[in-house]
């Protein structure tokens, strides 16, 4: 079954240093994709990045990049020059494509706090 | 691009009172799901549409929560009777199609309050 692992409930970073969240994944589906989120105090979830099983290289978007590594079942999301705009709650998702019905499921969360 | 539609914001209704939430998603997603975010805890996924036909609903509970999207566009998600447990953010969200590379668009939500 499609499972979703986000062990660390809150963190903290200083604003312009790089910050680590982590994500790691359960799947018998070779074929699938991994989301990060972003959840604002304002509410809306906004789409980060993408990274698919089969892509070879990791993921980045502007200051996101995506840690991916297949063989641990972890997609690590790396903020580098953190921003207090980016103080919010984050989420890791995953689809499965072999699935029957290609479920979209999140992990717990992470809520950053960045520090000036 | 119009982005996905959640109306009402905010509803406070008293327990066993039925409540009914609205969505309308991008033009030409064919996917569209409803998610219930409890404060404090990520999104869980309710149910799932493919054009108009129900793709999942393991985790609603159909005792009282029902949906529908009819020509496969709106939806509504109904709760009767409610319940102080269902207190918790009602979010809609859109695709464009199953796959795993379609990432999926939210709305804001509609935070339900039951007292």
């Known amino acids: 079954a499609q499972k979703i692992t986000q062990t660390q409930p809150g963190m903290f970073v200083q604003e312009k240093e790089a910050v680590t969240l982590d994500c790691t994944y359960d799947t018998s589906d070779p074929s699938y994709g991994l989301f990060w989120y972003k959840q604002p105090s304002s509410g809306e979830m906004i789409f980060l990045i993408y990274q698919g099983s089969y892509d070879q290289q990791n993921a980045t978007e502007g200051r996101y990049s995506l840690n991916f590594q297949k063989a641990r079942k972890s997609a690590n999301l790396v903020i580098s020059a953190s921003q207090l705009g980016d103080s919010a709650m984050y989420f890791c998702?995953?689809?499965?494509?072999?699935?029957?019905?290609?479920?979209?499921?999140f992990g717990t969360g992470t809520l950053l706090a960045v520090q000036p | 691009e119009a982005g996905v539609a959640q109306s009402p914001r905010y509803k406070i209704i008293e327990k066993r009172q039925s409540v009914a939430f609205w969505c309308n998603p991008i033009s030409g997603h064919a996917t569209l799901y409803w998610y219930q975010q409890i404060l404090g805890q990520g999104p869980k996924l309710l149910i799932q549409?493919?054009?108009?036909?129900?793709?999942?609903d393991s985790q609603l509970p159909k005792d009282r929560f029902s949906a529908e999207r009819l020509k496969g566009v709106d939806s509504t998600l109904k709760i009767q009777p409610a319940k102080l447990e269902d207190s918790a953010v009602y979010l809609c969200?859109?695709?464009?199609?199953?796959?795993?590379?379609?990432?999926?668009?939210f709305g804001q939500g509609t935070r339900l309050t039951v007292v």
């Open positions: 998702a995953m689809r499965e494509v072999g699935g029957a019905t290609n479920k979209l499921i």
């Open positions: 969200a859109s695709s464009l199609r199953i796959g795993s590379d379609t990432e999926a668009f």
């Open positions: 549409f493919q054009n108009n036909g129900v793709v999942d």
